[in-house]
């Protein structure tokens, strides 16, 4: 009996503690300096993200890949997977690789809505990370998000166990009320046998005299 069926039905935010996973999101980023959000299969945001200065929304969705790889922007998305199956990402970032490369900004303002100088001010606040630094805090971020995962694998067993006793609860009780109204049916049924022979034997009786 497979307890997780039907585990793709069910939300990230129904399997896991949402204030724990906002907890930790806020934890990291204050720690490692960087925008961060814990978002469900669908990409929406299942905790309130810890995006300080709007970085989220400035330096990620309001420009192709193409301008933020020219920035030298990149993120660490670490996938959050139950049972096989993808229910969300912890997403880290943006993050700069290197030093603001001011002419690249410059290049790139329009594509990111704002002006050139506005660009290179959002960019300074960016967190710098070289690559061991970037390689550590990536795979530290996996980790977590896999500790995340068997979190939610056990949550989601006990529920798929949980669901599975009710159901049997459910149909043992259905039976029971079929058999109580079965029984009293045959109680019925009796009554009416013993009435029958009851008449029977006053007819006998009148009979006989």
Do not use: W
């Amino acid at each position: 009996m497979d307890f997780n069926d039907g585990i793709e039905k069910v939300s990230l935010a129904e399997l896991l503690d949402v204030e724990f996973l906002q907890n930790f999101q806020d934890s990291f980023s204050k720690a490692y300096g960087v925008a961060v959000a814990i978002i469900d299969a669908d990409g929406n945001m299942v905790t309130t993200p810890a995006d300080r200065n709007g970085f989220i929304h400035k330096l990620k969705r309001d420009a192709d890949s193409a301008s933020r790889d020219r920035l030298g922007l990149t993120e660490i998305v670490a996938p959050i997977v139950i049972n096989g199956n993808s229910m969300g990402a912890i997403v880290a970032g943006p993050i700069l690789k290197g030093p603001v490369d001011e002419e690249a900004a410059r290049r790139c303002a329009g594509a990111f809505n704002t002006d050139p100088d506005s660009l290179i001010a959002l960019l300074n606040e960016v967190k710098c990370m070289n690559s061991d630094m970037l390689y550590n805090s990536s795979e530290l971020l996996k980790l977590i998000a896999s500790s995340v995962s068997d979190i939610g694998e056990y949550k989601a067993h006990l529920t798929g166990v949980a669901n599975f006793i009710n159901e049997k609860l459910t149909n043992i009780s259905a039976s029971m009320q079929e058999l109580t109204a079965t029984a009293n049916n045959v109680n019925i049924n009796q009554g009416e046998l013993n009435r029958g022979i009851q008449e029977v034997n006053e007819i006998s009786g009148k009979i006989n005299e």
